[in-house]
């Protein structure tokens, strides 16, 4: 792992008493963690002078390192009371991700994240709506969140119910919102439920399009995004080899 692209390449025991060292160490630390420090066990949740150090690319790598520590199944120590205790007084998260509820792919997991890395929004088909965006806002211009990534993963029920014209409940409206992506998607094979292959390119397409959505109905986002204080990216992790992907 090169240190310079990860926020967490901090050994974090440091940042333990920043409550009396004040945010200039903290601050200075963080830099020293950007030169490549080991990375030691994790004690504490993000700093605001570690996150306000990153650049989102930075966001978005480490996000990717944390994936892969996730595949080598080595995962970061950590602690996660201190995390708690630690992020009590003030939440200070890197990126606010927009993912699927399957019970597949649960962001914090399979990024190796922790308490306070990130705000997490979770509904079927990582589809987008008001109260998605509204919270997307908040993480970016209130609390400072510098990436918003759309993750949408293989063999996705929702995307597949869309598809088949699934009718249950609530349900249908909710995967109605898939329909465009269904029929903006080109795929010359069977474009079926059925067919993993066409449900992937599908929910590929539909990340594609949440990520469009969100410049189009949220100002204060792509403002945000065209100043170069945020980054918007769209990713697939595969549920059968575990690896993410930006799309
Ligand atoms: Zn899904």
Redesign the pocket.
């Given at each position: 792992m090169t240190g310079h692209d990860d926020c967490c390449a901090v050994d974090r025991r440091g940042f333990l008493g920043r409550g009396l060292v004040g945010g200039g160490l903290a601050a200075g630390l963080a830099l020293v963690g950007g030169l490549g420090w080991a990375d030691g066990a994790r004690a504490a949740s993000l700093t605001q002078a570690q996150r306000d150090a990153m650049t989102p690319d930075q966001v978005v790598q480490a996000m990717l390192d944390g994936n892969a520590r996730f595949l080598s199944g080595v995962h970061r120590q950590r602690d996660f009371l201190a995390e708690m205790r630690s992020s009590a007084s003030g939440q200070y998260p890197m990126a606010v991700t927009l993912s699927?509820i399957?019970s597949r792919?649960p962001v914090e997991a399979i990024c190796d994240l922790g308490i306070g890395d990130t705000f997490s929004a979770r509904v079927?088909?990582n589809a987008v709506n008001d109260d998605i965006l509204g919270s997307m806002e908040f993480s970016c211009a209130v609390a400072g969140a510098k990436v918003v990534m759309v993750l949408g993963?293989t063999k996705?029920?929702?995307?597949k119910g869309a598809i088949d014209n699934v009718v249950l409940g609530n349900l249908t409206l909710l995967l109605a919102r898939f329909k465009s992506a269904v029929d903006a998607t080109e795929y010359s094979g069977d474009r079926s439920g059925k067919n993993y292959g066409f449900v992937d390119a599908v929910a590929v397409t539909n990340v594609r399009m949440v990520i469009d959505t969100i410049r189009e109905r949220s100002e204060v986002l792509a403002k945000l995004e065209k100043a170069g204080k945020i980054k918007l990216v769209g990713a697939m992790y595969d549920i059968s080899t575990g690896k993410i992907a930006l799309v």
């Open positions: 699927c399957d792919a079927a088909g993963h996705c029920g929702a995307i």
